[in-house]
């Protein structure tokens, strides 16, 4: 069978898969295959069976490179031998260190590890400590596990630091040639509360063109956004690490930023009453929300204010109020933009693009950096209007570079694939909802479901099929469009003090700007730009969207956007990770106490449940719904059990006990206590007419699930003697410890 290539991904089971290079399909390797390798490392595979739906299974040929990062892990001593268990699950074996490997660190403490002997097919690694970071409870590791174990950069080179530290402190004469002066316009920053770095401004006003009856009227929005690329420039040590970085990543009282303090806080941040160097899209907006005109320019601007969101939603809301009175020189301003973002707002809707509306929550800490609180984060009116003023210059960006036929970054969106369309439309049928879709569906039609189903009991579980349907939006060169937002052509133009592909645009801009082309590969030479296309927006081409250019140059930005497309899913995990652990040690704080929530997804194996309180989610595991069978329904999306005809779907009210939380692999479980009564009660398909048998039912699932907790007393009590016996083993054959 043939031979492939590729990178291999554990499984906290024990088992992995490769990630083939030819991005074909997965190929998964047992618990036994996996005892050689480690997760990261890259092999040589042969495919050697296909499992009854197809997907492939293979051998390990040979090791073609070991995985050469720390590994970060917890420092164990038991009967006489060193280990580290690896924080990161998906490495499946402990670690043997010899005794005078161990760096003085203590048990229990996190350290870093460096392998000295990899894996085999009969012994464990053996490693030694490189780093030891400090207790688990120590304020902030959990960030120094996660920026680790995610591979996060997080130490800029001493050249960076150097070259960042020798850049002035404020802007110069030089700096200001060929700028436009917008220092007298009363552009403001509008972000939250805890925004530390400023990388955009707006400001509007009325626009009429004509006279008359015959006059039309709009307004002039400006977005002016922090001209980084000034100060970053191609092959120097600066734009090394931004470009390693790509993106910087946030956690809850920290952030890792892509530039250095003295650019993200400092010269590039539109701190309010300090000059900055900018880059600008002014546009021409009419009464429908169409962007009739456009163009960029580089300028020179200072804040008049930072706002905030909540002050600004204050004062749109009345603006008669104290917030109002404080900045009553900006109130006309503010309103205008009000009243663009109503105008954008209303094209969203002709375009049809997809708008649901979900709760996003925001994690409060205390000084020792530990969760104090959860709540909801509010979006207002604020949060809008400034969501649309960036898409409108990002729209602009997108179109300016593909008039000049440019090649560039996309941000693209992708619809629902065909296999995503087919489980969506099987989903609606079982729902008995009769909405058709197309075989390429447009994002009006999801938009349209969304809100002809907005307030059904089960709203938000229609959603989050809607939701899951979609793709995921990654950055490349190949213009396909953002389908959630329906664009033909977007990009991302707003953040690059914390995206890089958004400094790459500015950056082809700038070039197109000044008749000359920007070439990824160091834009060490430039040449001529073709026939300058107006700024003017065009209409979008039909058909084959990419770029002509030459192919080398045409791979290097594909390989750019596949690369910040993939350090933006490295942030996300990382940060989701740091999250998760902040839950969990919240959560140790509440185990046995009991809480309302509500069924956020139902899988094969049980239910996931949201408590309405402390926005925590965690796993009713399948053995905890009662003394029945559960079939998982895939079109419906539920768990129903056999004999009683109890349905879990998204949007079921339950109540719960925190009974168990795992730091280690940041679960927190669950067990049903009741259900919930009234129109919270759990919908079921068959119910018996006799209050009798109702509660004979409840008496027989109590047992069910005492029994249950009393099987799982007995199987920890078993497991506990497991791993002693386990442990002492392993003091005289090593080997014989597996996978954690």
Aim: net charge neutral.
């Amino acid at each position: 069978m043939s031979e492939v290539d590729g990178t291999v991904t554990g499984h906290r089971d024990g088992h992995g898969f490769v990630k083939r290079d030819d991005g074909e399909a997965d190929i998964y390797l047992s618990a036994q295959e996996m005892r050689a390798v480690l997760h990261g490392d890259r092999v040589r595979v042969r495919v050697v069976r296909y499992d009854r739906k197809g997907r492939p299974e293979g051998r390990v040929l040979d090791i073609v490179e070991r995985r050469r990062v720390p590994i970060i892990g917890r420092l164990l001593h038991e009967n006489g031998v060193w280990l580290v268990a690896p924080e990161d699950r998906r490495f499946g074996q402990d670690i043997i260190l010899p005794k005078n490997a161990t760096a003085n660190a203590t048990v229990g403490q996190v350290v870093a590890i460096e392998l000295t002997e990899p894996p085999s097919m009969y012994s464990q690694p053996v490693g030694r400590v490189t780093e030891v970071l400090g207790e688990i409870d120590d304020p902030g590791m959990e960030i120094e596990i996660a920026v680790r174990k995610f591979e996060v950069p997080h130490r800029f080179s001493p050249e960076t630091l150097a070259q960042a530290a020798a850049l002035p402190e404020r802007i110069r004469p030089v700096d200001r040639r060929q700028r436009i002066d917008l220092t007298d316009v009363p552009l403001v920053t509008i972000d939250g509360e805890d925004a530390r770095d400023f990388d955009d401004a707006v400001y509007c006003e009325p626009y009429k063109r004509g006279r008359g009856k015959a006059a039309v009227h709009g307004w002039r929005l400006v977005v002016a956004i922090a001209d980084v690329s000034h100060y970053v420039k191609p092959g120097e040590p600066l734009d090394a690490d931004a470009y390693e970085r790509a993106t910087s990543v946030y956690f809850p009282r920290r952030v890792i930023p892509m530039l250095p303090e003295k650019l993200s806080n400092g010269l590039c941040s539109l701190n309010p009453d300090e000059e900055r160097l900018c880059m600008v899209c002014d546009m021409v907006v009419d009464a429908g929300g169409d962007i009739e005109a456009y163009q960029f320019y580089p300028a020179v601007m200072r804040s008049h204010a930072r706002l905030t969101y909540t002050e600004v939603a204050a004062i749109l809301g009345n603006t008669r109020g104290g917030e109002a009175q404080r900045r009553g020189a900006l109130v006309p301003h503010l309103l205008n933009l009000h009243d663009v973002y109503r105008a954008l707002l209303k094209h969203r809707g002709t375009r049809g693009a997809v708008d649901f509306e979900t709760t996003e929550t925001q994690i409060i800490c205390d000084e020792r950096g530990r969760i104090e609180k959860i709540v909801p984060r509010t979006r207002t009116e604020a949060h809008r209007l400034i969501e649309e003023a960036m898409l409108a210059a990002n729209v602009c960006a997108a179109g300016f570079v593909e008039a000049h036929q440019h090649a560039a970054l996309y941000r693209v969106h992708e619809g629902p694939t065909p296999e995503k369309r087919l489980t969506l439309q099987n989903y609606l049928k079982a729902l008995g909802l009769g909405f058709p879709l197309s075989d390429e569906p447009r994002p009006g039609e999801l938009q349209a479901i969304a809100q002809a189903t907005k307030d059904r009991v089960d709203a938000a579980q229609i959603h989050a099929m809607l939701l899951r349907s979609m793709q995921q939006a990654i950055y490349t060169a190949t213009n396909s469009g953002h389908f959630g937002l329906a664009y033909e052509a977007y990009t991302h133009f707003t953040s690059p003090i914390r995206r890089y592909p958004d400094l790459l645009v500015h950056r082809v801009i700038k070039a197109l700007l000044h008749g000359r082309r920007y070439h990824l590969a160091g834009s060490a030479v430039d040449e001529p730009a073709a026939a300058a296309a107006p700024s003017r927006k065009t209409p979008a081409a039909k058909g084959d969207r990419r770029v002509a250019v030459p192919s080398h140059e045409a791979e290097l930005w594909e390989a750019a956007g596949a690369h910040c497309s993939a350090n933006e899913r490295r942030a996300d995990e990382a940060s989701r990770d740091v999250e998760a652990w902040l839950k969990c040690r919240f959560m140790r704080d509440h185990l046995g106490e009991e809480y309302a929530g509500t069924v956020s997804a139902a899988t094969g194996f049980g239910i996931f449940v949201t408590l309405d309180e402390l926005y925590v989610e965690g796993l009713v595991h399948i053995t905890e719904l009662g003394g029945e069978y559960f079939r998982f329904d895939e079109a419906r999306q539920e768990l129903r059990g056999e004999r009683s005809g109890v349905r879990y779907v998204v949007g079921s009210r339950v109540r719960v006990q925190v009974s168990r939380v795992d730091l280690d692999s940041r679960r927190i479980d669950f067990r049903i206590v009741r259900e919930e009564s009234g129109e919270a009660l759990l919908t079921r398909t068959r119910r018996t007419g006799a209050a009798e048998q109702e509660l004979a039912d409840v008496k027989v699932r109590d047992r069910a699930t005492k029994a249950a907790r009393a099987r799982a007393v007995a199987t920890k009590a078993t497991a506990g003697k497991t791993r002693a016996a386990r442990a002492k083993t392993s003091a005289t054959a090593p080997r014989g410890r597996k996978a954690r």
